[in-house]
């Protein structure tokens, strides 16, 4: 089962800052937060992970907050290519399986 | 990033026929690999773990004999569905990690197999 809980989905104007929420409240020690999306009939892309510190790509940005029990996903600038279902996954890294929630699906309006 | 490709994107067959599906990875090793399959309007669920020179890892309620997974180099995995029927239509996805040492190693992702029995 997934460690997970998002929303199931978020609308976004196009040009604004997306904010992806995600809790994890049972997040072990050496589990990263890790965040991919899916966009339709797609495989899964990685976006970012992050451990403890807030972390930063050209993607994306990832606030985790101290205790560790929730996370936010960040796109800074939304566009309609973003408009896809994005998981918040709990992961050790390596050869661990990956275990995808529901997601959320986020619709980037014009 | 690293590049995960799987073939065919797509196939479509009768029922009772076998299809195999390959996932390479095509600029990094990896000694694990792994499978998952999506229903419409669902989330990935994964099968099975394929270990390079040894057998597979199957989820439960997968039936091993029915998905037959080969690993047999670093770059290379397949999944064959064996004695395919209409509800084994679905789209079947591979994952692989480079390898490196230490957590924090993210799972590259195939572009999908849309598998149709007919």
């Known amino acids: 089962d997934a460690k997970t809980t998002q929303p199931p989905s978020m609308d976004c104007a196009e040009g604004r800052a997306a904010n992806l929420p995600c809790n994890h409240s049972?997040?072990?020690?050496?589990?990263?937060v890790y965040w991919y999306r899916q966009i339709h009939s797609q495989g899964p892309q990685y976006i970012i992970h992050?451990?403890?510190n807030n972390e930063t790509n050209e993607m994306a940005s990832l606030i985790i907050t101290e205790d560790r029990k929730s996370s936010t996903l960040i796109l800074p600038h939304a566009t309609l290519r973003d408009t896809a279902v994005y998981y918040c996954i709990l992961y050790p890294g390596g050869s661990e399986k990956l275990v995808f929630g529901k997601g959320m699906k986020l619709t980037v309006n014009p | 990033g690293a590049v995960v490709s799987q073939h065919p994107s797509w196939v479509i067959c009768k029922s009772g026929t076998s299809v195999k599906i390959e996932c390479r990875s095509l600029?990094?090793?990896?000694?694990?690999m792994f499978w998952y399959r999506q229903f419409p309007k669902q989330s990935l669920m994964l099968m099975a773990t394929?270990?390079?020179?040894?057998?597979?890892?199957?989820e439960q309620g997968v039936e091993k004999d029915k998905f037959l997974i080969n690993h047999a180099s670093l770059t290379l995995s397949t999944l064959t569905v064996t004695s395919a029927h209409p509800e084994d239509s679905s789209f079947y996805i591979c994952?692989?990690?480079?390898?490196?040492?230490?957590?924090?190693?993210?799972?590259?992702f195939g572009p999908g197999t849309r598998l149709t029995v007919l």
């Open positions: 049972t997040i072990s020690g050496n589990e990263y």
């Open positions: 394929s270990n390079e020179g040894s057998k597979a890892t199957y």
């Open positions: 992050g451990l403890k």
């Open positions: 994952s692989a990690s480079p390898l490196t040492s230490g957590g924090g190693r993210e799972q590259f």
């Open positions: 600029d990094f090793q990896a000694t694990t």
